[in-house]
């Protein structure tokens, strides 16, 4: 995985890839995100809300063609799994 470390972004030229290994799972640097994760902070100054951005999650599918999402949180790494199971 380059020099990234595991809560940073991947360096350019990593690929995405999944087959049910979380340690497998990599996104390319400077593809956009498909969800951004925000956390909501007060401006005393401004009067007003900010978003600040604290994460992200990119859509990928699986060889065996499933959909699942890498989050990204701080250093945190997650696999996010669609709830299909009726």
Do not use: C, H
């Not at 990234?4 to 991947?10: D, F, I, T, V, W």
């Not at 994460?55 to 999402?69: E, F, L, N, P």
Request: glycine share 12%.
């Amino acid at each position: 995985m380059g020099k990234s470390g595991l809560g940073e972004m991947p360096e350019k030229g990593e690929e995405s890839s999944f087959s049910g290994n979380a340690e497998t799972a990599v996104k390319s640097v400077g593809e956009r995100p498909d969800f951004r994760v925000v956390q909501t902070e007060y401006d005393n100054r401004l009067g007003k809300t900010i978003f600040k951005d604290v994460g992200a999650m990119w859509r990928g599918v699986s060889k065996s063609g499933s959909d699942y999402y890498t989050l990204k949180i701080g250093k945190l790494r997650l696999l996010v799994f669609p709830n299909n199971r009726d």
